[in-house]
């Protein structure tokens, strides 16, 4: 296709797909089977577009944006909070789907440079096997809080049947995500420097690979803020509001939680003290955890950059 610097902006449903190019005032609608997909890239080619923006529409994007690479178009897919807030903020209050293309395409324009999450069909089906296993754990916890109440002896053995059966699948899962991990090159290289980090496991390290991609490809600052662990100020004239996190990978900030408790509180020498400093200054428990995972993904970034694992005479003043 050409490459003229044109760009798209698509809202991505289950059944159909609607497109704006705010530069040619062209947009379209088409349906998502094999002859709407043609009649999209037939489109995309006559207005000489190079750059498709979409949102993260529970999976439904995933397959176009599989289809826009192959022909050649670079891909972003973004937050769709954001883009809400952007529409809010320029005063677009109506929502229908050729509204939504045309934010999505105006969204893209002002902020296309900032860093996407990056997709490979290797990542991808990796964040489909994490994300699995986070659904299949969250599932076990629950099962086990079910026994925690006197039952009939038949509502346990059906509760202990349903655990022993997630608990298998759920072991099964994890090897299959080690599998794919070992068996893609760059996922183990990656695994290999973010393991040599102590206080994280296996559950974490994949969860970094498949839900950060951007970790190491980008700065410190935009690796937090991609986390969502950046604070961001709220003042207004005299007033000075708390700093708060908002935005980032929620999946996988979860999913951290409790691996930076250990870190910041047992494992991790570094995280450690940085932990004790912030309590000793009268910081709360969970802004001190916060600043350890801010700390954490910085080091993490600054290691896989440079391709060195963890050395702690290197990151204590990371």
């Known amino acids: 296709m050409t490459q003229n610097g044109t760009l798209v902006g698509l809202d991505i449903a289950k059944g159909k797909v609607d497109a704006a190019i705010r530069s040619a005032g062209a947009e379209a609608s088409f349906a998502n089977n094999p002859p709407g997909r043609r009649q999209l890239l037939d489109w995309l ?13 529970g999976g439904y994007e995933r397959s176009w944006a599989a289809l826009l690479r192959k022909a050649g178009l670079e891909v972003l897919i973004v937050d769709p909070k954001r883009v809400r807030h952007f529409a809010r903020s320029a005063g677009q209050l109506a929502k229908n789907d050729p509204i939504d293309a045309r934010m999505i395409a105006w969204f893209g324009e002002v902020f296309g440079g900032a860093p996407g999450k990056t997709e490979d069909a290797d990542r991808q089906e990796l964040d489909q096997l994490v994300t699995a296993r986070l659904g299949l754990t969250r599932l076990q916890g629950q099962i086990e809080g079910w026994g925690e109440h006197e ?4 509502v ?6 349903l655990l022993k059966a997630v608990t298998a699948q759920l072991a099964k899962l994890e090897d299959v995500i080690a599998t794919k991990i070992g068996d ?3 996922f183990a290289q990656r695994a290999d420097i973010i393991d ?3 206080g994280l496991g296996e559950a974490s390290t994949a969860g970094l690979i498949a839900f950060l991609p951007e970790l190491g490809h980008v700065d ?3 690796a937090a803020a991609l986390l969502g662990a950046a604070p961001f100020d709220d ?3 005299k007033r000075h509001g708390p700093r708060r996190i908002m935005g980032g990978r929620r999946k996988l900030r979860n999913l951290l939680f409790v691996p930076i408790l250990g870190a910041a509180t047992q494992h991790n020498p570094v995280l450690k003290a940085h932990y004790q ?3 000793a200054r009268g910081k709360p428990h969970k802004v001190a955890l916060m600043a350890c995972l801010r700390k954490l993904i910085g080091i993490l970034n600054t290691m896989l950059a440079r391709g060195e694992k963890w050395d702690p005479t290197k990151h204590a003043i990371a």
């Not at 346990?156 to 049947?161: E, L, N, P, T, Y």
């Open 156 to 161: 346990q053995k059906v509760h202990q049947a």
């Open 235 to 237: 003042d207004s004239g």
């Open 277 to 279: 400093r912030l309590i």
């Open 220 to 222: 410190r600052q935009a």
């Open 151 to 154: 039952q009939p002896k038949m």
């Open 184 to 186: 893609t090159e760059r």
């Open 196 to 198: 040599s980090v102590p």
């Open 45 to 57: 080619n006559q207005h000489g577009v190079c750059k498709a923006v979409m949102e993260a529409s």
